[in-house]
């Protein structure tokens, strides 16, 4: 019996890879993400102080002016939309399939396509989260399964917290 159907006509959508990157920036890879954003953006901040310092002061662009005005700049709006480039990335790396349907039974997930049919049993999965309207089961660090709440054909999403906590017994974690 399948308890929760999901339907996805093509693939996932820009928001849930988003979602997914910034998840992944609050758990997964929590203190090196701070680490690395902190220091891109001192760094481009500080190019793009110190070219504009000269720029003031010599009152004519030499090309080391030019150079930290250009990467002081860059590493701030790359500082900024950071999110959004590892979001464009994994969506660049995943398996663009039509008419996904995700499939939950007492055996575990089974997922078919236009392409293929694979199915993961419940002990697989080693985290779940529920972040921004969508649960998260992550199969290791780096692959999860995004679960957007209106794409639930079958079952109500209200309930699908309770369920999936009792197949896994792991607890769904709200961020």
Same mark, same amino acid.
């Given at each position: 019996?399948?308890?929760?159907?999901?339907?996805?006509?093509?693939?996932?959508?820009?928001?849930?890879?988003r979602?997914?990157?910034?998840?992944?920036?609050?758990?997964?890879?929590?203190?090196?993400?701070?680490?690395?954003s902190?220091?891109?953006?001192?760094?481009?901040?500080?190019?793009?102080?110190?070219?504009?310092?000269?720029?003031?002061?010599?009152?004519?662009?030499?090309?080391?002016?030019?150079?930290?005005?250009?990467?002081?700049?860059?590493?701030?709006?790359?500082?900024?939309?950071?999110?959004?480039?590892?979001?464009?990335?994994?969506?660049?790396?995943?398996?663009?399939?039509?008419?996904?349907?995700?499939? &939950?039974? !007492?055996?575990?997930? =089974?997922?078919?396509?236009?392409k293929?049919?694979?199915? /993961?049993?419940?002990? %697989?999965?080693? @985290?779940?989260?529920?972040?921004?309207?969508?649960?998260?089961? &992550?199969? !290791?660090?780096?692959? =999860?399964?995004?679960?957007?709440?209106?794409?639930?054909? /079958?079952?109500?999403? %209200?309930?699908? @917290?309770?369920?999936?906590?009792?197949?896994?017994?792991?607890?769904v974690?709200?961020?």
């Amino acid at each position: 019996m399948d308890y929760f159907v999901l339907r996805f006509d093509h693939s996932y959508r820009k928001e849930d890879f988003r979602a997914l990157s910034k998840l992944a920036g609050k758990t997964t890879r929590k203190w090196s993400s701070r680490i690395i954003s902190v220091f891109g953006f001192a760094v481009g901040l500080f190019a793009f102080l110190s070219g504009i310092l000269m720029l003031w002061s010599d009152r004519e662009i030499s090309d080391l002016t030019a150079t930290l005005l250009l990467f002081g700049g860059l590493c701030l709006v790359l500082g900024f939309f950071r999110n959004h480039l590892n979001a464009w990335g994994a969506r660049k790396q995943s398996l663009q399939v039509e008419n996904l349907t995700m499939k &939950f039974s !007492d055996e575990g997930l =089974a997922q078919s396509s236009s392409k293929a049919a694979a199915s /993961v049993p419940y002990h %697989a999965f080693e @985290r779940l989260y529920h972040y921004r309207d969508r649960y998260f089961l &992550f199969v !290791d660090k780096l692959h =999860a399964y995004i679960l957007p709440e209106d794409r639930f054909v /079958v079952g109500d999403s %209200a309930d699908f @917290r309770a369920f999936i906590e009792a197949k896994t017994g792991k607890t769904v974690e709200y961020i």
